[in-house]
């Protein structure tokens, strides 16, 4: 009896459809979990139960433009501003379009000042807001949401995927 090297045709055919279904299972799965990973490498500020996934604001020029010109937060996004060392980081409005709430945060996590409902100044003129005490870290969230989660002084965050 003669070996039978190579399928009939119709196996071909078969064998290159199986081989073509897995290199597309092969992508798709490594798409989604590829996505998973990004999403839970997100980086996150969070209060008790509560988190916050945030851009972050590490280069001067990132700081100096913040939230400027966005008509939109979601409600579960912010921006986290991180500085080197702790000082007095004041904030202001100017070209914001949308209310704020301003966390200023110690280098141990510690809400040190809270501003809530920071308005946007348009063109009038811009006040900025001083906060009374050092600050390492200053979140930015919609404002009135540190009302209604209950955010104050003296109480703790929690970063995550965050190198600071």
């Keep these: 009896m003669q070996r039978q090297l190579l399928p009939a ?6 064998t290159l459809i199986k081989i073509l279904r897995i290199t597309i299972f ?5 798409v989604l979990f590829f996505s998973l990973a990004e999403e839970q490498r997100a980086s996150s ?7 916050f996934k945030v851009e972050l604001a590490v280069t001067l020029s990132q700081r100096a433009r913040g939230l400027m010109f966005r008509n939109s937060l979601a409600k579960d996004r ?3 501003f991180v500085y080197d060392k702790e000082g007095y980081y004041p904030f202001w409005m100017r070209n914001t379009k949308i209310p704020l709430d ?3 945060m110690d280098k141990e996590r510690k809400v040190v000042f809270v501003k ?3 308005s946007p100044c348009g063109l009038k003129k811009c006040i900025p807001i001083y906060p009374n005490r050092k600050a390492k870290y200053v979140l930015e969230v919609n404002a009135d949401i ?3 989660l209950g955010i104050q002084i003296n109480d703790y965050a929690r970063f995550y995927n965050i190198n600071n």
């Design 102 to 104: 301003i966390i200023w």
């Design 26 to 30: 092969a992508i798709v799965s490594g």
């Design 116 to 118: 809530n409902n920071a």
């Design 9 to 14: 045709s119709n196996s071909v055919g078969e």
């Design 78 to 80: 912010g921006m986290l």
């Design 45 to 51: 500020v969070c209060f008790r139960d509560h988190c």
């Design 146 to 148: 540190t009302k209604d």
